[in-house]
Structures are given as C-alpha cells and as structure tokens.
C-alpha cells in the first residue's frame, strides 16, 4: 500500500471547496501535506492573550478575552426613523486592558444572544480607533466553552490555543479545526532525516512532531516540536545545496595556471603597492580552485574598498595568461563602465592588445551594455568570437544568445545578490566546459546567510582595508528636534569643498514620479502628518534647493537611474574629473562609484534605507587620504526603532557586525528575499541568525551524507521533500521569467 498520498490529498477534497478555495488563493496551500506544515505563528493561554494594551493598528488581530460588559442601544436613523437602528456595544478585557467590540444592524442578534457578561471567546478582526478608543467593528469570534465536563477551569485556562498565519477571509481558529481534520494523517508523513541522524541528536520522529506543534499540552511540547522542524528545514536545504555542489564538482574544466613570466607577473610588477596579506590568501584560495580541472564556485565578500575588484582582476589576468577569456557581469551600465575605466586604467598598456604601444603580453578589454552602438557592439563581439579580447565586462547583455566566446574560462560576478542562479547558468554555458565562477559581494553577509543562499559556493573573506584608506567619522543628524544641526551638516560640506575635496547627498527619490502630482488636498494633510508620512526627499527637489540656499555658489549637479546612460556617465566624468562640487543622487551611487577626492556624504532621510545600504553608501568616502565624513540626517524622533538603526551605523564599520544587526532588526525574509533562491519560501520555523548552530551542523550532515550517497537511495522521504523544495524553487525561477 503506497502510503505517500495520504499528505498529497488535495484540501478539496478534505475540506469543501470554499474553504479550500481561500487557502489556496490566500495562503498558498493546496494538498493537507502543506496545511500540516502550516505551522502556528504563537500560541496564547486561554487565560492571556495578546494584551489588550499592546494591539497594533490596522492589523488583523486575534485576541482570547472575556466579556466585560454588553449593551445595546437603540437610536433614530435614515433607514430606521422611528428609533429602531440598533448597535451593540461589547467590552473585552483580557486583565491588561479593555477593547470595545462594535455590531451594527442585522448583525447584533446573535452576539446580543451570546455575548453575555463572564462568556469567553476567541475574537478577531480589524482594530481601528473611534473616539480615540481602539475597537474592532463586526469581528468574527468563537464561543470557548469548557464542554467537557471533566475538564476543570484551571487546565481549561492553561490549555494553549494555536494561533495561525490567517487572514481576513479565514479567521485563525477555522484553520485549526481544518488542522484538526487532518492531523490523523500525519501519521503517514515520511521522515526526510536519515534514522541515525534523528536519533543521533534525540530530534522526535517527524508524525510526533506535527502532532506536538499543532496540538501542544505545554511548552516543552512546542519546544521539542520546533527544534525537531528546524532540523528540517536546514537539512533538506543543506542537501539540495550539497547535492548542487556535488554535481558542479562532477563537471569537467579546463584547469587554468598563469604561466610563470605572463601577463599576471606583468601586471603585478605595475602595481604601486604591494597586496595585503588579506588580498594574497584569497588570491591564493581563488588560484587553487582555478589550477583544479572542475569548474570553482567562490563567492568573494568584502567590504566596500577592501579591493575585491583587484583580486578578481588578478584572476582574470590568470586565466588569459592560460589561454581563456575572462568575463566580468555588473548589475548596471554605470558600475560595467566604471569597472571598465578602473581597469584599463590599472593594466595601462597590458589592456592595449593588438594596438601600437601594446605591451607585449597585453590583451584587449572591451566593454558590452545594452546601449552601445550598433558598430561598436558589433566590434566588440567579433573581439570575443576571435579571443582577440581576454576580458569583456558588461551587464547582463552578456547573456544574450548572440555573444559568443573563443574560449570562455572564469565569469566574474559583481554584486550577486542582483544576478540570479539562471542568469549565472546561462552565462557558463556559453563555454566550451563550463568556466570557473567568482562571486563578488560588498554586501557582508553573516556566515549562516551565505550558508543558507549562497551554499552552492565557497566563501572567502577580505575583511582588511588596504593601506591609504582613511576612517570614516558617521554622524546622525536629527533634523526635527535639533534643526540647526542641519545647518551645521550644509556648512561642514562648504569647509570639505572649500578644502578642495567633493560631496555627495544621497536622496531615496528622484522626485519627477508622474504620481507625484502635487494635488493640494494630500499636500495639506502631509504637512499636518509626522514625518512617517511625508513622501521621501527627492533629488530634483534637493538640488535645487542647496544650489538656490545652503550650497549656492557651488557646482551642484544630480545624477539618477532615469537619466540616459551617456548622460549618467557624464556627469560621473565631471565629478571624478573634479568639476562637480557636490554631487545629489539617489543609490544609482550605492556601488562601485570610485572618486577618492570625495569626502563628505550626507545622506537625506536616512531612516528610508536599510542598514546594509546605509553602510554601502558611507563605503563611497574616504576612499583617499584624507578622512571621511558621512552625516545620516532624519526626522525621525530620538525613541524610534528608525533611530536606534540610524545610531548601530553610526557606531561601527564593521560590515559584518552591522549586518547581524540588519538582520536581527528586518525579518529574515526580506534578507533571503534579496537572494535568488528557494531558501526564502522554505523556512517557517528556522531564524537564519538564531540557529546558526543548527545550520552548521546541517551543512556538515548534508555534505557527508551527499558524498556517501549522492542519489539518496535509502530515503525516500528526504527525496520527497527534497522534490518539493525545489519544485518550489522551480516555480519561482518560472514566476520570475
């Protein structure tokens, strides 16, 4: 008897077809295998629940409280003149607070029936505020009645009521009794850990597990159960990781080692400095993988300007000097043609292959966007086709179909996280084997993040900053409370400038947004709202007023992602160039934008970025000798989570312990969501940061496990899951397009 289908019955057929409907329409469930992995989000005691006090507005809200009091009252209305309009008013306390429950018409019989003074129930629904009191108008609720005549108050009170991911269409405790009807089939789930795993670590067998976290009758119940599904979670994403790591390992490539005297030795011999010991050991690391005949998988982290560009340039030297060609991806045209212009200007006449004044071992590097030429394109790939180019760098116009290569040996990646999986995929084919992969991140990421999204990949770290880089001093500047601070911020830009150095204001808007209209109506209710609600500062509307106030006399220009891409570059030219005093831009400046005559950022509504962003913006100055200044102005007030953010940038430049940070403060998925890969959809019990351990310990399991037995013969149920992971995978890759 196969015993897999009872988990894969469609809900329909279990439930009724409404019901089904809302959960596979709202919650993504569809087969009574995805409702038992719908776990619980909390769990409240029938005697608490979540304070009355504490409510968040706008929410849709569960709450477990007792009825206080009860009246109806009856008033004259349009529809009911003579005095028959009724309304019911109920008040909930839950012992830290009260909340009026409002039912209206119609709707006030059978509550006015049930609702009766000492009676408890599960409430939910919207909370709004009327006269300055919160209520829920209309909400859904169930009677809890302590049928069982057995059953005394006091284990009544203390039994713990799951509270589900729900929404409007279908109230938390529907969703329990639909669990309540399947939970006897998860009996039959098969367990996706290898025996000795589980029992190894004491984890409980998997049908226990459901059983606990959806039915607990105490803590250590939910406990046990979570520790249980968290080992899941990471060991089935840990495997597909390994299984996809293993399968790279099985693909041939061309092994590639620069020749003694080449033109890496060339190049080296050029460079005005000598490489930190930082630089050299992931060098190292990046050319033992090259010299390997299966093809290098690494993601490179490293803080902005710990020199992760002059590493991978070493690695592409590398490869040419071998005979292949090197292919660097950038996320924009602005970054493709900056890393083209650092480059060519770092190998001076080792870039000018097959030009007059060529050094002997020098090759050619052509740069493809989207927006070139057509004959300068057209030149370019015939570069490629003939190896005549060593190295192109571009954006994803890479990837078309049209650009082919001689012989393709290392892609470099610039800034993963905007790169997905398929787009990586389809740039390797376009070797003869696939070619070696680098990886490079500024983002610093946490080791369990990258273990959890970037596991296909090894990592290296460069977490040293070259000599000659300068401190960088960051400051918060609170606009509203102290507005001549902001004063202060504008006149310690005039001293950088007038000490002959450059600036940067960053804005998070560009400000010409056709929904911007100015309609009156808004204008006047944002000025009475808090800052929250004011649209983000924009660049046009900046710039122009630093140039006409604060900055006026200055050479004041803006730059944006909606510009033309030679315009863009033009205006970069001019304040690398030093003809640009002060530069007003929105992120477009967030990566690989290199002036080390810049000195001063200051960035506008700080509060509206990320940590990761903040401190990738602040990486654009000091990258000279002289100092860096970066001032994170806001209105946010002093007590504000915005503002506690606003300060852990200011108080360290550690990347990596900022991230942590970023991490611990954002949910999780907003931090996978950054990462093209099924790691997002699949966790529900694991906390990235949290259970760092358990992850740890999973990725040693899987790759052990994976190099026994790649096929995974003797588990059906880690097949199974496994199938499910990545068909999910699958369907967003599907869904991305």
Known sequence: MDLVPALEEPLKKVLGPATAKVMAEHLGLHTVGDLLHHYPRRYEERGQLTHLADLPMDEHVTVVAMVADARLHTFASAKAPR?????????ITDGSGRLQLVFFGAGVHKPHKELLPGTRAMFAGKVSVFNRRLQLAHPAYELLRGDDPSESVETWAGALIPLYPATAKLESWKIGKA??????SAQEALDPLPPTLREGRGLLPLPEALLRIHRPHTKADIA???????????????????????????????????????????FDDRLPFTLTDGQQKVSKEIFDDLATEHPMHRLLQGEVGSGKTLVALRAMLATVDAGGQAAMLAPTEVLAQQHHRSITEMMGELAEGGMLGGADHATKVVLLT??????????AMLDLVTGDAGIVIGTHALIEDKVQFHDLGL????????????QRDALRGKGKQPPHLLVMTATPIPRTVAMTVFGDLETSVLDQLPAGRSPIATHVVPAADKPHFLARAWERVREEVGNGHQAYVVCPRIGDDIDEAADPKKAKK???????????????DVADHLAKGPLSGLRVEVLHGRMHPDDKDAVMRRFAAGDTDVLVATTVIEVGVNVPNATAMVIMDADRFGVSQLHQLRGRVGRGAAPGLCLLVTEMPEASAARQRLTSVASTLDGFELSRIDLEQRREGDVLGQAQSGARSSLRVLAVIEDEEIIAEAREEATALVAKDPELTDLPGLRTALDALLDEEREQYLEKG
Do not use: Y
């Open 224 to 266: 046990a159960a979570r520790d249980r599904l968290k080992w899941d979670e990471a060991f089935v994403l840990q495997v597909a990781l390994a299984r996809r790591r293993h399968a790279d390992a099985q693909l041939p490539a061309v092994a590639r080692r620069p020749s003694p005297d080449g033109l890496l030795t060339a």
């Open 179 to 184: 669990v309540q009807t399947v939970l006897p």
């Open 370 to 379: 989207g927006s070139m030429g057509t004959a300068a394109r057209r030149q």
């Open 526 to 540: 944002s000025a009475e709202d808090e800052a929250e609600k004011r649209p983000p500062l924009a660049v046009l």
């Open 83 to 91: 005095g028959k309009g009724q309304r019911l008013e109920v008040t």
């Open 411 to 422: 892609v470099v990646v610039d800034e993963q996280h905007r790169f997905g999986v398929e």
